[in-house]
Each structure stands twice: as C-alpha cells, then as structure tokens.
C-alpha cells in the first residue's frame, strides 16, 4: 500500500508538469481565481450579469444577487465526500472509502465578496477563454437539480452533476480537464491539490 500511495504521488507530479497541448492563458483581461480549498481548488468567476445569467439555475439556492457578491465560486466532486466534508476534521472512513472506490459527482456553487489580499493564483483569460471555460464548467451540470439539505450554509448549494469521481478522476483532475476545455495551458493529470498548485505555477507562471 505504501509503495501505491508514492506511485500514486509521483505520478500526479508528472501530470501535472506534462502540458496538456494548449496555449491559452495568462495574457486576457477576464481575471479568474483558483483557490485551494481545505479539501480542493474551487474557481472563483466573476459574478458579472452573463455569468450571473448562466448560473440561473442557482438562483432560490444560493444569494447571487446579494450585496457584495463579486465573484461566483464553483468546484466539482464525490456527492458522499463533497456534501459532507467541510474540512479534514469532517472525514470518515464512510466519506473516503466511497469516492476511492467510485461516486456519483456533484456541482457545488457559492459566492464571494471581496477576495482581495486572500487569493493569489490568478489566471488572465480573453473573454472568448473565459466563455469557454464558463461553458465547459456547466456543461458539467447540464440539468442541475438541487440536493435538498446538502449545502453548508445559506449561501451555498450542491447540484447534481455528470461524470463519475474516483482516484484517477478527482476534483482537482476535473480543474484541469475545464482548463483545457477551454483551450488554457495546464498540466495533463493533476489528481491532488499538489498537482494543480505546481501544474499553475508552472503553466501560468505570469
């Protein structure tokens, strides 16, 4: 088991030192954030009106329209490990051993203020990149249905999402394949919050 685990961690920082082909990035005037979680990376959008729009379906769940909402925060999960995990002092041998094995996946969706001084991995999208990655992060949810009770507070809320999450295809993975769906530089696998720090540092240096 032991010698699985390192394996395992090798292979993420291969990953995510290996580009995944594109050349987008680093050089467009939309600022997008990815912020490190407890768990994972989240994205932080800006809440402008189109990405306010796109999240329609949130609206009744989660307060986009509340004063001082700038940024809409947005990651992708293991529905048993995700809706009940706000922090490493949350886990369970329930909650590990289930998305280790295969899980149903849900889009999580919550909201920001001002994020100044708290957030430093920056991305500098076009405005073509960043619909593109708009697009891409809810093509993950293509008919959002909210799951009753499963937020962690009033200002956010987990939907049902498609693809299914296990080891090879974690949270973090799924940052790096909605990167390069939208056609942004990044490292090829990233399975752990390491791999998507080093993968960004990396491939976004700028």
Request: with cysteine; proline share 6%; net charge negative.
């Amino acid at each position: 088991m032991p010698g699985a685990i390192i394996a395992y961690l090798i292979a993420a920082l291969i990953g995510a030192l290996w580009p995944n082909g594109e050349t987008g990035g680093g050089a467009g005037e939309v600022t997008v954030y990815l912020v490190a979680g407890p768990i994972h990376y989240d994205f932080l959008l800006p809440a402008d009106a189109e990405t306010l729009e796109a999240f329609h379906f949130a609206k009744g769940h989660v307060p986009l329209d509340a004063p001082g909402v700038d940024w809409v925060v947005v990651g992708w999960g293991s529905r048993a490990f995700y809706t009940a995990t706000g922090g490493y002092s949350d886990l369970s041998l329930g909650t590990v051993w289930r998305p280790a094995t295969g899980d149903r996946s849900v889009l999580h969706v919550s909201v920001a203020g001002d994020v100044t001084g708290h957030v430093d991995r920056q991305l500098s999208l076009t405005a073509q990149e960043y619909r593109a990655l708009r697009a891409a992060i809810l093509s993950t949810a293509p008919d959002p249905t909210p799951i009753p009770g499963a937020g962690f507070s009033e200002w956010d809320a987990f939907f049902e999402a498609e693809g299914r999450f296990h080891l090879l295809r974690t949270c973090n993975v799924w940052v790096a394949e909605v990167l390069r769906a939208a056609g942004l530089r990044f490292g090829r696998w990233t399975p752990t919050p390491y791999a998507v720090t080093v993968s960004r540092l990396i491939h976004h240096s700028s």
